[in-house]
Protein backbone atom coordinates (compact mmCIF):
# COMPACT_ATOMS: atom_id res chain seq x y z
CA UNK A 1 0.00 0.00 0.00
CA UNK A 2 1.41 3.63 -1.18
CA UNK A 3 1.89 5.89 1.69
CA UNK A 4 -0.99 8.52 1.92
CA UNK A 5 1.42 11.79 1.42
CA UNK A 6 2.92 9.84 -2.30
CA UNK A 7 -0.50 9.57 -3.09
CA UNK A 8 -1.68 13.04 -2.76
CA UNK A 9 1.63 14.56 -3.66
CA UNK A 10 2.47 14.20 -7.55
CA UNK A 11 5.95 15.41 -8.87
CA UNK A 12 6.78 16.56 -12.82
CA UNK A 13 10.02 17.36 -14.25
CA UNK A 14 10.39 20.98 -15.54
CA UNK A 15 13.16 22.13 -17.84
CA UNK A 16 15.41 25.38 -17.65
CA UNK A 17 17.97 26.90 -19.11
CA UNK A 18 21.36 25.76 -17.38
CA UNK A 19 22.31 29.34 -17.09
CA UNK A 20 19.70 30.64 -15.29
CA UNK A 21 19.74 26.96 -12.66
CA UNK A 22 23.15 28.30 -12.19
CA UNK A 23 22.00 32.25 -10.92
CA UNK A 24 19.35 31.05 -8.96
CA UNK A 25 21.29 28.48 -7.33
CA UNK A 26 23.44 31.43 -6.16
CA UNK A 27 20.66 33.28 -5.11
CA UNK A 28 19.20 30.91 -2.66
CA UNK A 29 22.52 30.25 -0.83
CA UNK A 30 22.00 31.40 2.64
CA UNK A 31 18.13 30.98 2.29
CA UNK A 32 15.77 28.88 4.04
CA UNK A 33 15.32 27.50 0.09
CA UNK A 34 16.92 23.90 0.40
CA UNK A 35 16.83 23.46 -3.69
CA UNK A 36 16.85 25.00 -6.49
CA UNK A 37 13.43 23.04 -7.31
CA UNK A 38 11.66 24.30 -3.88
CA UNK A 39 12.78 27.71 -5.18
CA UNK A 40 11.27 27.54 -8.42
CA UNK A 41 7.91 26.41 -7.00
CA UNK A 42 7.48 29.59 -4.43
CA UNK A 43 8.34 31.89 -7.42
CA UNK A 44 5.64 29.74 -9.54
CA UNK A 45 2.79 29.74 -7.07
CA UNK A 46 3.47 33.53 -5.93
CA UNK A 47 2.95 34.35 -9.51
CA UNK A 48 -0.22 32.05 -10.16
CA UNK A 49 -1.39 33.93 -7.06
CA UNK A 50 -0.80 37.07 -8.45
CA UNK A 51 -2.26 36.45 -11.79
CA UNK A 52 -5.51 35.02 -10.26
CA UNK A 53 -5.88 38.10 -8.38
CA UNK A 54 -4.88 40.52 -11.42
CA UNK A 55 -7.93 41.27 -13.81
CA UNK A 56 -7.47 42.95 -16.62
CA UNK A 57 -5.40 41.85 -19.76
CA UNK A 58 -2.99 44.30 -19.63
CA UNK A 59 -2.02 43.60 -15.72
CA UNK A 60 -1.59 39.60 -16.80
CA UNK A 61 0.76 41.12 -19.69
CA UNK A 62 2.56 43.02 -17.00
CA UNK A 63 2.89 39.66 -14.66
CA UNK A 64 4.09 37.30 -17.75
CA UNK A 65 7.06 40.04 -18.66
CA UNK A 66 8.10 39.75 -14.83
CA UNK A 67 8.08 35.81 -15.57
CA UNK A 68 9.46 36.45 -19.21
CA UNK A 69 12.48 38.49 -17.16
CA UNK A 70 13.11 36.17 -14.91
CA UNK A 71 13.23 33.40 -17.60
CA UNK A 72 10.65 31.53 -17.22
CA UNK A 73 8.58 32.01 -20.31
CA UNK A 74 9.87 32.48 -23.73
Same mark, same amino acid.
Given at each position: ??????? @?? @? !????????????????????? %??????? !???????????????? %?? @? @????????????? %? !???
Amino acid at each position: MKDEKSQ @KR @K !YTTITIPAPLFGKIKERIKDT %GFSSVSD !YVTYVLRETMAEMSMV %GT @K @KERSGVIEKLRAL %G !YTD
